[in-house]
T-cell receptor
Framework: GQQVMQIPQYQHVQEGEDFTTYCNSS?????IQWYKQRPGGHPVFLIQ?????EVKKQKRLTFQFGEAKKNSSLHITATQTTDVGTYFC????????????FGTGTRLQVFP | KAGVTQTPRYLIKTRGQQVTLSCSPI?????VSWYQQTPGQGLQFLFE???????NKGNFPGRFSGRQFSNSRSEMNVSTLELGDSALYLC????????????FGPGTRLTVT
């Protein structure tokens, strides 16, 4: 079945450093979504990408959807302590667009 | 607009018992999905309900079941609880189907002893 993996599993950075998490799917995706879950909280929707090669920015966050629509990345420039949390990607298979599969998540820790 | 609400927030049960969790989606949202979150397995999709019908199901045993009412509120039931069922159960609603952006509730923390 469809699998969505993320790397790295954990990342510790000094405040001000950049951070990137990568999302890889075993199948071609119709779209990719990104969520953030703060410690003790619930996942919160950040963004959705639909087009091949699409790039979207939200302030210090840059999201990319691969040309083959099988991978995606989230890059945070100059991390802040408020960026702490687990970042999940989620996508649905092009042949089963009704089912969203979440990635394994990347936990980000930012040291002041 | 009020967010997704889940009740109860915390629950302690013993092995063999059954439990029912409730979820009220955002007003107007017709799709409700359930997820199990554990430290080791991440976010695992349980099932999705849309217009009172189960549309998708994850790879969980038949002990896990759910339903959706005409007002889109949903319940999830786990029978014959096992220790491994201890987890955070998250409900998410979506304006359309599961493949669209999900709005999560705060979750129900279930502990099975």
């Amino acid at each position: 079945g469809q699998q969505v993996m993320q790397i790295p599993q954990y990342q510790h950075v000094q405040e001000g450093e950049d951070f990137t998490t990568y999302c890889n799917s075993s199948t071609t995706l119709s779209n990719i979504q990104w969520y953030k879950q703060r410690p003790g909280g619930h996942p919160v929707f950040l963004i959705q990408l639909v087009k091949s090669g699409e790039v979207k920015k939200q302030k210090r966050l840059t999201f990319q959807f691969g040309e083959a629509k099988k991978n995606s990345s989230l890059h945070i420039t100059a991390t802040q302590t408020t960026d702490v949390g687990t970042y999940f990607c989620a996508g649905s298979d092009v042949y089963n667009t009704d089912k969203l599969i979440f990635g394994t998540g990347t936990r980000l820790q930012v040291f002041p | 607009k009020a967010g997704v609400t889940q009740t109860p927030r915390y629950l302690i049960k013993t092995r063999g018992q059954q439990v029912t969790l409730s979820c009220s989606p955002i007003s107007g949202h017709r799709s409700v999905s359930w997820y199990q979150q554990t430290p080791g397995q991440g976010l695992q999709f349980l099932f999705e309900y849309f217009s009172e019908t189960q549309r998708n199901k994850g790879n969980f045993p038949g002990r896990f079941s759910g339903r959706q009412f005409s007002n889109s509120r949903s319940e999830m039931n786990v029978s014959t609880l096992e220790l491994g069922d201890s987890a955070l159960y998250l409900c998410a609603s979506s304006p359309l189907r599961n493949s669209y952006e999900q709005y999560f509730g705060p979750g129900t923390r279930l502990t099975v002893t």
